[in-house]
Nanobody, 121 residues
Framework: QLVEFGGGLVQAGDSLTLSCVASGPSFKTSAVGWFRQTPGKERSFLGAVSWTAYSEYDTESMKGRITISRDDDKNTVYLQMNGLKPEDTAVYYC????????????????WGQGTQVTVSS
């Protein structure tokens, strides 16, 4: 099970860190991806961190404004977002799979409920 925390209303230019907290013994061998979704659109990949803490990012979505990290002692993966823009307004999801990063939502079997991030101009 995955649960996201940290969404809310922020202003353009602000930074925000989302947390994805996992329960269960498999977290340490799981990759966790972050996606976001706006109404009427499919979930888009932002980035992921593998079980060995290797992070990779989509080169288009948030263009160097995000960092994904994990703390295995806390069973938590973080999505740090900087320089937020109104177009970053979306529901943000974390998702889990075994070991290695993937970029498509179909490759992830466990999803959080999502957390809303709203960026005002």
């Amino acid at each position: 099970q995955l649960v996201e925390f940290g969404g809310g209303l922020v202003q353009a230019g602000d930074s925000l860190t989302l947390s994805c907290v996992a329960s269960g013994p498999s977290f340490k061998t799981s990759a966790v991806g972050w996606f976001r979704q706006t109404p009427g659109k499919e979930r888009s990949f932002l980035g992921a961190v593998s079980w060995t803490a290797y992070s990779e990012y989509d080169t288009e979505s948030m263009k160097g404004r995000i960092t994904i990290s994990r703390d295995d002692d806390k069973n938590t993966v973080y999505l740090q977002m900087n320089g937020l823009k109104p177009e970053d307004t979306a529901v943000y999801y974390c998702a889990g799979r075994g070991f290695y990063n993937k970029r498509t939502s179909d490759d992830y079997g466990v999803w959080g409920q999502g957390t809303q991030v709203t960026v005002s101009s």
